[in-house]
C-alpha cells in the first residue's frame, strides 16, 4: 500500500525567510503533484512532476523530484503573507492506479 | 473557461437519510475523480471513472455509497442511509485523460446530524 508522508504538518515562519516542505512516498512512482488549499476551498494545482530530477518553478515557489530517494521537496523563497495555506504533494502510482494519494498536508502560515 | 462545479455546496441530513451530490466536470474531461476529506483521514480517494465506466471503486467505504456517471459528463454520488461518520467535504476532481493534472470542484460540504 502507497503511504506518502509529508512534514512539517505545520509551519510557522516569518517574512522574507526560506523554508522546505518534504514529500516521502513509499513506493515507485513517476508523478507527483503539488496543491494549494486555502481554508474552505478546494484544492488548486501548483506543480505536476513528471521525472527524475524534474524542477518546477512558479514565483517564489520551487519543487524537486528525487525518483530514487522517492522524495519531493516544496521550496520557498523570502516567503510572502499570500502563501499562507495548506500545501499537499499526492501521488499517481502508475497506469492501472491513477488515483492520487495524498499526504497529510503541511499548514504553512506566514507571520509578517 | 468553466472549472469543475458541484452542488450543493452544502448539506445538512438527518441520520438515515440518503443524499445525493452531483459533480459537473469541465467540459471534455474524460476522466473523473471522487475524493473525501475529513479531519481525521484526510484527504481519500473514492472513485475513479473513465467516460462512464468505473475502473477502480476501490475506495468506496462501504456499500451505501455508490456512484454513476452519464453522458461521460456528469457524475452522482449517492450515499444511502447516511451516518454522522459520513460527515466530510466531498471533492470532485477531473482530467482530460487519466494521469494528467487533476482539477478540483469547490467541494460539498455534507453535515450528518
Known amino acids: 500500500e502507497l503511504k506518502v508522508e509529508q512534514n512539517p504538518l505545520f509551519l510557522s515562519m516569518q517574512e522574507g525567510k526560506n523554508y522546505t516542505i518534504y514529500c516521502n512516498y513509499s513506493?515507485?512512482?513517476?508523478?507527483l503533484y503539488w496543491y494549494r488549499q486555502d481554508p474552505g476551498k478546494s484544492l488548486e494545482s501548483l506543480f505536476v512532476?513528471?521525472?527524475?530530477?524534474a524542477v518546477k518553478q512558479e514565483g517564489r515557489l520551487m519543487a524537486s523530484l528525487d525518483t530514487k530517494a522517492r522524495l519531493s521537496t516544496l521550496h520557498i523563497t523570502a516567503a510572502v503573507h499570500d502563501l499562507s495555506a495548506t500545501y499537499f504533494c499526492?501521488?499517481?502510482?502508475?497506469?492501472?492506479?491513477?488515483?492520487?494519494?495524498f499526504g497529510t498536508g503541511t499548514r504553512l502560515t506566514i507571520i509578517p | 473557461g468553466a472549472g469543475v462545479s458541484q452542488s450543493p455546496s452544502n448539506k445538512v441530513t438527518e441520520k438515515g437519510k440518503d443524499v445525493e451530490l452531483r459533480c459537473d466536470p469541465i467540459s471534455g474531461h474524460t476522466a473523473l475523480y471522487w475524493y473525501r476529506q475529513s479531519l481525521g483521514q484526510g484527504l481519500e480517494f473514492l472513485i475513479y471513472f473513465q467516460g462512464n465506466s468505473a475502473p477502480d471503486k476501490s475506495g468506496l467505504p462501504s456499500d451505501r455509497f455508490s456512484a454513476e456517471r452519464t453522458g461521460g459528463s456528469v457524475s452522482t454520488l449517492t450515499i444511502q442511509r447516511t451516518q454522522q461518520e459520513d460527515s466530510a467535504v466531498y471533492l470532485c476532481?477531473?482530467?482530460?485523460?487519466?494521469?494528467?493534472?487533476?482539477?478540483f470542484g469547490p467541494g460539498t460540504r455534507l453535515l450528518v446530524l
Open positions: 476532481a477531473s482530467s482530460l485523460v487519466a494521469r494528467e493534472t487533476q482539477y
Open positions: 512532476l513528471l521525472s527524475n530530477g
Open positions: 513506493t515507485t512512482s513517476d508523478r
Open positions: 499526492a501521488v499517481d502510482m502508475r497506469i492501472g492506479n491513477e488515483k492520487l494519494t
